[in-house]
């Protein structure tokens, strides 16, 4: 039909098709010689500094939580093929990156729409499901963390592999709210009960799990009531990271539709007393951490210190680790870190014993 009423119109593809795009492209305007470009090495042009990337393994979402427009404007699961996103991510740690963020809009899909269609990645079969990537992702040595993990019963499958230490312990579960009857409205499944039952099940098989969620205050109807119970839920889950965002009544969300929009001020006022909450339980949680001795990447060095990141810390959305003897070392580096202090986002901490001794003893060797 586009095309009947274009007939300029030279090919038509879906949502992010950068491949279909290109070889359309290309079809009609063969590609010239450009000796820049053509030294494009093959893990791509990244963004992010040389030691984490992002891997996206699959674009748009077969839900409609009703505060959500992104079906509407990225279309359905889309899934990558399996063996496409291992040689990606097999490529970016070739060329030095040391985390691989896994990202989508709803990575516990992942396959779905492939029917978990069996791939090959250095001639052996491989499953399209989260599992299975997320099993293959962690034989590459390097840190795997998930990000954007719908909560899906089979959800619990991937959380043996973080205790065995195949991936991070760290998992990115948008539980949005507690109360079932704000749930349903919100088109999204199970309930605050529910959710704290897993919780503890993901506990039980890997206590050192880094939990982060992210929920909505303010939601068309939610009494004080309702929102209390989110409250209690938070105090009961003890998640490690917590985003809240006021209700936003984005163009052309069903949500809109519904009785009882609460007042701006009402929805920030909710959202403000959430984070207080949440602050204090994140400052609880991470001075237990105190003591203790954690694996560290190290993102930058500045000012006499190195800042990097444990595992129970994303880029750009969870906090840091600060190495306040860490001048020397450099980004990508993976040290053991003891931790002294904290506040409610970071911690502060100090090269471990063992590291020091091996940085000693490397220097001594060092020495004419
Ligand atoms: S909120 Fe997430 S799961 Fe729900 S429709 Fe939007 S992208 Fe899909």
């Known amino acids: 039909m586009v095309r009947e009423t274009h007939p300029k119109v030279l090919a038509v593809t879906g949502p992010h098709a950068l491949e279909e795009v290109m070889a359309a ?7 010239p010689h450009d000796p820049f470009t053509d030294l494009v090495p093959p893990q791509g042009i990244k963004l992010t500094p040389r030691h984490y990337a992002y891997l996206k393994i699959s674009e748009g979402c077969n839900h409609r939580c009703t505060f959500c427009i992104i079906p509407s404007l990225r279309g359905d699961l889309v899934s990558r093929p399996i063996g496409e996103v291992m040689r990606e991510a097999e490529n970016l740690v070739k ?22 269609r069996t791939g090959f990645w250095g001639g052996r079969p491989l499953k399209a499901r989260m599992g299975d990537l997320a099993a293959a992702l962690g034989e590459l040595g390097v840190w795997v963390r998930l990000h954007y993990v719908y909560p899906y019963p089979h959800v619990d499958e991937v959380i043996p592999l973080m205790a065995e230490g195949r991936v991070l312990p760290y998992i990115d579960v948008p539980f949005q709210h507690a109360s079932r009857r704000i749930l349903k409205l919100m088109k999204r499944p199970a309930s605050g009960e529910d959710n704290l039952e897993r919780i503890r099940a993901w506990r039980r098989i890997c206590p050192d799990i880094t939990i982060r969620s992210t929920f909505i205050a303010g939601f068309p109807g939610e009494t004080e009531g309702e929102f209390r119970e989110l409250l209690d839920f938070l105090e009961e889950a003890e998640l490690d990271r917590v985003g809240c965002f006021a209700y936003s009544p984005v163009h052309g969300a069903k949500a809109n539709e519904l009785p009882g929009a609460l007042p701006n001020e009402a929805r920030e006022n909710r959202r403000e007393r959430l984070m207080q ?12 951490k ?3 001795t954690l694996e560290v990447l190290v993102d930058e060095v500045k000012a006499g210190r190195a800042v990097g990141r444990s595992a129970a810390d994303a880029p750009e ?24 202090r904290s506040d409610a986002h970071d911690l502060w901490g100090e090269l471990g014993i063992r590291q020091m001794r091996l940085r000693a003893s490397a220097a001594s060797e060092r020495r004419p």
């Open 290 to 292: 105190l003591g203790k």
């Open 277 to 288: 909450l949440q602050e204090k339980i994140s400052a609880r949680r991470l001075k237990r």
């Open 25 to 31: 492209v290309h079809e009609h305007l063969p590609r």
């Open 95 to 116: 060329a030095g990156v040391k985390e691989l963020l896994v990202i989508s809009q709803d990575t516990s899909a992942y396959g779905v729409d492939l029917k978990y």
């Open 317 to 340: 959305i969870d906090g840091v680790v600060h190495i306040e003897d860490g001048s020397t070392l450099k980004p990508g580096a993976r040290v053991q870190v003891k931790v002294l």
